[in-house]
DNA sequence: ATTGGGATTACA
DNA sequence: GTAATCCCAATG
């Protein structure tokens, strides 16, 4: 484990890619977030995609554009952020300009300062209750509405390269979504296969 | 397996 | 105002 100022940052080039190869490539990379009160990382472990306008389950389904889904419509390497109840969900547009696509990022496997995401989820009983759900991430790591819109690439939020040796990469349709018509039995959440850390 | 919580936004 | 939402944690 390395300090995560030290990681080697993602560049705005790598959001670039297909918002499907770009949910498989984030899987082991690190998201990191700084804070008053701390650094905290977490390895990506789980991811799901988005895809505008023909995905029903999507915020931009049909080109749906308003004052939240503003960002999913701008450049790729940006931080699309929204409200569930109590809980922010973090989200990485992709695609070109116009082209409404994102992805959910679902779970994280706790790398670095456990200790400060510990005491912002003092519920958590193990590493990996800490981290393994979309809504637990962002509160583990500090992440909140004041992030939407944030580039990507730069402080104080920001994703890095990954570390890990090779890994299977699994997928399945997408959870919560049962009311996306056939949308909902697309394969389009990843996941480390055998990794702990996953949400269910 | 089911349900209460109580944020935020969109649309009437 | 009211309905809807890419969830979580505590219950039976």
Known sequence: MQHP???KRLPPSFFEQPTLELAKALLGSILIKETNDGTAAGIITETEAYIGPGDQAAHSYQNRRTKRTEVMFGLAGFT???TMHTH?????VTGQADNPEAILIRSV?????KELMQQRRPKARNDYQLTNGPGKLTKALGIDMNDYGHPLHQKPLWIAKGEL???T???GSR???DNSGEAKD???RFWIKGNRYVSR
């Open 186 to 188: 697309y394969p389009w």
């Open 5 to 7: 100022n030290k990681l």
């Open 165 to 167: 040796d090779a890994f």
């Open 175 to 177: 959870i919560g979504i």
């Open 88 to 92: 922010y969900l973090f989200n990485v």
């Open 169 to 171: 990469i699994a997928s």
């Open 80 to 82: 699309y952020m929204y």
């Open 109 to 113: 496997e706790p790398y670095f300062n």
